[in-house]
């Protein structure tokens, strides 16, 4: 067995362990769902999904539709995320030969060029001629990053002639975003005759969290009436705070009012199940990523008490973006652990059209079990998923690692299914 797979360390696992038997129960019915899902809504091109595993409760936190980590999959399952982008390209851009990947601005993280060149070789062993280009407004000419794994990663500056984009004399019939577009969009992506994927409106200068999990609530709702179960199970209460201004302190007495409703929807929940925890809400800008933005609240009054250095902290996102919309959102606790140092773990499950290709442990040996784990001082554990998310054994125990990878897997596109009908619109 591969190591690094977390225990689920807490006796609160009843309901839990219920709902994984159940999904493993109506299986069938499940994936017959699903599959008529995708055939009114096809899937994005690609998603990861952040999942809390409290033992009583199973849910996504967030949902990513340009993701960053392919270096931290298990290397054994690249073939599924291969075979994932030949179905999805032939479903999308058929005739497509030559990709053009466009990456995030930041050159100096490493870790993150070791996953877009990770992403770049899985679309040449798909078939497809790749090369990454840059939005950087710097970068005059071509660069080679060498990177920690021993591999190098080339830049290139993205160059537009009437209706299409170029690399010097590549000329791509597929163009995959992988830039989530925080800082607006560039004018050089918008209207170009090559296909464009994901589309520039499931960038965060277009997009909010509430209204993806508007669409995963519904999403959730028409799933637990096909298999009857409760769908506060798989999704966490959420709701909308418009109008809110961390530095003046404008919108705080609408935002401590939401956040007290939250809070006692989420203890009559508790009530409902007999859970003894301490219910929290999760405070986070209504658009962006990277883990800016965002904050855990036990009280209402916490809200008011805001130092300056936390209101600093809450008013700006990745790129400037200004916070003055927040997802007020059911606190989902994570009582998965890893390593002797006991260190908090969550899954992140990741996709390639609607298909589960793998996933890692995110861990955060400084952070506790109702905190954000997407900060610095991070690490993850690339070969967590000792099999794929889409092979329970329905021969074991509900429990085991098979059955609890599935769940997460169903969950998982859950929110790729929320976020297809999302786009859709």
Request: one cysteine or more; hydrophobic letters at 40%.
């Amino acid at each position: 067995m591969i190591s690094g797979v977390p225990n689920l360390t807490t006796a609160l696992k009843g309901p839990l362990l219920q709902l994984e038997d159940h999904l493993l129960t109506h299986q069938t019915h499940v994936e017959a769902w699903f599959r008529e899902q995708w055939l009114l809504t096809p899937a994005p091109f690609y998603a990861s999904v952040d999942l809390r595993n409290a033992g009583f409760k199973l849910a996504p936190v967030d949902t990513n539709l340009f993701p960053a980590g392919f270096n931290n999959l298990n290397h054994a399952f690249m073939p599924l995320c291969i075979q994932a982008v030949q179905a999805a390209v032939e479903r999308t851009c058929p005739q497509a030969r030559r990709a053009l990947i466009v990456a995030e601005n930041h050159t100096r993280n490493l870790f993150y060029l070791e996953s877009i060149e990770t992403l770049r070789q899985i679309f040449e062993q798909a078939g497809l001629e790749a090369r990454i280009g840059s939005l950087r407004e710097d970068l005059t000419e071509v660069m080679d990053v060498a990177l920690p794994s021993g591999k190098t990663c080339r830049l290139e500056p993205i160059t537009r002639v009437d209706k299409r984009i170029f690399l010097d004399d590549f000329s791509p019939c597929l163009v995959l975003l992988n830039n989530d577009l925080s800082g607006g969009r560039p004018e050089i992506l918008e209207d170009l005759e090559q296909q464009v994927i994901p589309p520039l409106s499931a960038g965060w200068s277009d997009r909010k969290k509430s209204d993806h999990f508007t669409h995963y609530h519904h999403v959730t709702e028409e799933l637990a009436k096909q298999i009857d179960i409760d769908p506060w199970l798989i999704s966490p209460l959420s709701l909308q705070c418009g109008e809110v201004n961390f530095m003046e302190r404008d919108g705080g007495e609408c935002l401590a009012n939401n956040v007290e409703n939250m809070l006692a929807s989420i203890q009559a929940k508790y009530d409902e199940y007999g859970i003894d925890k301490e219910p929290f809400v999760v405070v986070k800008a209504d658009s962006g990523t990277y883990g800016m933005g965002i904050m855990t609240v036990k009280h209402a009054d916490e809200i008011a008490s805001l130092n300056r250095k936390q209101r600093t902290k809450m008013s700006s996102a990745k790129e400037g973006l200004v916070v003055d919309n927040v997802l007020v959102q059911e606190g989902v606790y994570t009582f998965e652990t890893i390593g002797e140092e006991m260190a908090v773990a969550e899954p992140v499950v990741y996709m390639m059209d609607h298909f589960v290709v793998g996933g890692f442990y995110r861990v955060h040996t400084a952070r506790g079990i109702n905190e954000n784990l997407n900060a610095p001082g991070m690490h993850f554990e690339p070969l967590a998923f000792a099999q794929p998310c889409n092979t329970p054994d329905k021969q074991n125990v509900p429990d085991s690692e098979p059955n609890r990878f599935y769940a997460y897997g169903v969950i998982a596109r859950l929110a790729l299914l929320a976020a297809a009908r999302e786009l859709a619109e």
